[in-house]
């Protein structure tokens, strides 16, 4: 019902890349910031194409998970494999951190990041913005990071504020540009922390319509959002934690016409009458 029209190309991708292991794997991942446990055991998988949504009122490990997912923070216990291949640790508990800083940096670039406040740099052009990891990161061609940075804020709709600065976008024209950025690394997957949280509504429209035309053409994400229309739009899986566990997860069609959770019914309640 969802996705059945939008997402026919990619079904038509997942279908050849089934038996390829997936994007971003996490098993039984464990979060503490000292005394207090965030994460108490999460598994999520998204395979090439996928797109999940994580839901969840605030405190409930979103947006850590995602950060952890990305190595932004530190777990303490668990996996985190990127297209097959685990993150090499050392040392336990909330000493535990990566072993291989390359590794770290060839995961990182290959999972791009989009937060809540854009995080633009403000003394940078949005061209500028848009082609600085690709160029110092990655150490890629100038002119031909340029073309791709052109390509992808024609493809956000924001081509011509190329040479403008932050300052004078709007917030949904920030947003889009954080989403460029993203794009210009030639990520494996896109990893959205509450894209349209700090927008008002007209602005968040803007910031909506191009994270669906980007599950349109099959871009593997992982989303955390407030947004249960975002997530029933876009979503092939949905994810629901509460207090740093998995509370339920299926189909948009299940989790949001079907729950089974009490939690997940009065969150659904909650967020319907906000």
Known sequence: MFRSMLRGKTILLRSAVNEQSPVIEIRNLHKAYGQLEVLKG???????????SLIGSSGSGKSTLLRCCNLLEDSQQGDILFKGEPVSWKGKALSRQPADAKQVLRIRTNLSMVFQQFNLWAHMTI?????EAPVTVLGRDRDEVEATARKHLEKVGIVDKCDA???????????????ARGLCMEPEA???????????P?????????????????RTMLIVTHDMKLAADVSDHVVFLHQG???????PADLFGAPKSERLQGFLRSTTHA
């Open 165 to 179: 600065y932050p300052a004078q976008l709007s917030g949904g024209q920030q947003q889009r540009a954080a989403i």
């Open 245 to 251: 566990l998995i509370e339920e997860e299926g189909s």
């Open 127 to 131: 061209l500028q913005n848009v082609m």
């Open 202 to 218: 007209e602005l968040e429209q803007e910031v909506i319509k191009v994270i669906k035309d980007l599950a349109a053409e099959g």
């Open 42 to 52: 999460v598994d999520i998988t998204a395979h090439a194409g996928d797109v999940v």
């Open 190 to 200: 896109l990893l959205f922390d509450e894209p349209t949280s700090a927008l008002d």
